[in-house]
């Protein structure tokens, strides 16, 4: 069993910054790629950024220059740090970890609601 949890959420202001959390653990040998993705309502889930076991990043164009993913291998964390923060970033964020052998695991999501 491998579980994934997110936290970190919570209401903030136009401009404001916070910084989301998810932590894998349980039966998981080796992590691959630590993923965030966002789901606001009526729409699909896309992806926000990702961080893979190599060092790369990637980001979607809406939050370049103001998001940051980090990974914490020794901890099987990753971080997305949010900075000016805009109402559309509303969503709910969810954390995908894929292990080397290609399992993918989701946390629960947790809600980001920026306010204007």
């Known amino acids: 069993q491998v579980q994934v949890v997110e936290s970190g959420g919570g209401l903030v202001q136009a401009g404001g910054s916070l910084r989301l959390s998810c932590a894998a653990s349980?039966?998981?040998?080796?992590?691959?790629?630590m993923s965030w993705y966002r789901q606001a309502p009526g729409k699909q889930r896309e992806l926000v950024a990702l961080?893979?076991?190599?060092?790369?990043?990637n980001y979607a164009d809406s939050v370049k220059g103001r998001f940051t993913i980090s990974r914490d291998n020794a901890k099987n964390t990753v971080y997305l740090q949010m900075n000016s923060l805009k109402p559309e970033d509303t969503a709910v964020y969810y954390c995908?970890?894929?292990?080397?052998?290609?399992?993918?695991?989701w946390g629960q999501g947790t809600q980001v609601t920026v306010s204007s």
């Open positions: 961080a893979t076991s190599s060092g790369n990043t």
């Open positions: 349980g039966s998981i040998v080796s992590i691959d790629t």
């Open positions: 995908n970890i894929r292990s080397d052998e290609g399992w993918g695991f």
